[in-house]
């Protein structure tokens, strides 16, 4: 759990919800399924199966599934890529837009 100890400005929600990231490095311009992990106010967390370069910015979309609450697009730029488990990677972003 987390708590006041974590010296966060923004309380981060977990979400743990698919979305998609849009990638645009000098590789190539691609898009990426992922599972969004947790969302604050000014970063978000995500698990996906390719590692993406800190500097690599990226265009994170989350569908909103109920008709009163709009979709998130954010405009974001990789801070830290870790492995996580089964081949696949932990991005943290800083939301730099928000859509």
């Not at 995500?46 to 993406?52: A, D, L, Y």
């Not at 979709?71 to 928000?98: F, N």
Request: one cysteine or more; aromatic letters at 6%; proline letters at 3%.
């Amino acid at each position: 759990m987390l708590g006041y100890d974590d010296k966060r400005d923004f309380f981060r929600m977990m979400v743990n919800t698919a979305c998609e990231i849009k990638v645009n490095d000098d590789q190539s311009s691609r898009s990426l399924s992922a599972i969004c992990k947790d969302l604050s106010a000014t970063g978000m967390s995500f698990e996906v199966e390719e590692s993406i370069e800190p500097g690599t910015m990226v265009q994170a979309i989350l569908e909103s599934s109920n008709s009163q609450i709009p979709s998130l697009s954010a405009k974001a730029k990789v801070v830290r890529c870790v492995p996580g488990s089964d081949s696949s990677y932990l991005v943290g972003v800083e939301i730099i837009e928000m859509n």
